[in-house]
């Protein structure tokens, strides 16, 4: 995983307006362990992907993109 999937995802938290806390809660999964997916230190498994699109309501296209995204960007 690079560095644009952790961006991707914390991008799409912020919009969504969540905290690393409320996703972390939502994802049944301690928090420095979502932590370590926006920082790219670790990658969550295919099942987490899978959740994190629905609860941020995003494309995997989205999350996994690697073109340079400004802070107010629309979402796919």
């Known amino acids: 995983m690079d560095m644009s999937f952790a961006y991707n995802l914390k991008l799409a938290r912020k919009r969504c307006g969540f905290t ?10 301690d928090r420095t362990t979502y932590t370590k997916w ?3 230190k670790s990658e969550p498994s295919i ?3 899978k959740r994190l699109v629905k609860i941020l309501d995003i494309s ?3 999350l996994f993109s690697t073109f340079d995204r400004k802070e107010g960007e629309k979402y796919i």
């Open 20 to 29: 690393q806390t409320d996703m972390s809660n939502k994802l049944h999964i």
């Open 38 to 40: 926006e920082t790219a």
């Open 47 to 49: 099942d987490n992907i």
């Open 60 to 62: 995997y296209d989205y």
